[in-house]
């Protein structure tokens, strides 16, 4: 299967910038789509960025401008930089890889453990 493996969080300043980072690894995948989840508190998750490999970026209303996603096909990592943020960002950041699997390798959606980012105001 597929294993994701997260790092970055932790606490920063209101208008500060984090990265946050998750390498896939496994055998016998392909992705299809990487992106980022977020939860806070006494809230749903909510989509923070998407990007499907070889379609069009997908960002949620409260990030757009302020964050970016990125990704590295070769170390089957993606990476969320975010800029300018607020104490209204602070929730816990998923990352979400979807693939396509074979030998075993199940086809479908997979989840990093999450990592708690914290805006200080």
């Known amino acids: 299967q597929v294993q994701l493996v997260e790092s970055g969080g932790g606490l920063v300043q209101t208008g500060g910038s984090r990265r946050l980072s998750c390498a896939a690894s496994?055998?016998?995948?392909?992705?299809?789509?990487m992106g980022w989840y977020r939860q806070a508190p006494g809230k749903q998750r909510e989509l923070v960025a998407t990007?499907?490999?070889?379609?069009?970026?997908i960002y949620g209303d409260s990030v757009k401008g302020r964050f970016t996603i990125s990704g590295d096909n070769a170390k089957n990592t993606v990476y969320l930089q975010m800029n300018s943020l607020k104490p209204e960002d602070t929730a816990i950041y998923y990352c979400?890889?979807?693939?396509?699997?074979?030998?075993?390798?199940?086809?479908?959606?997979?989840w990093g453990q999450g990592t708690q980012v914290t805006v200080s105001s």
């Open positions: 979400n890889i979807v693939v396509r699997g074979w030998y075993g390798t199940r086809t479908g959606d997979y």
């Open positions: 496994g055998t016998a995948f392909s992705i299809t789509a």
């Open positions: 990007m499907p490999t070889g379609g069009n970026t």
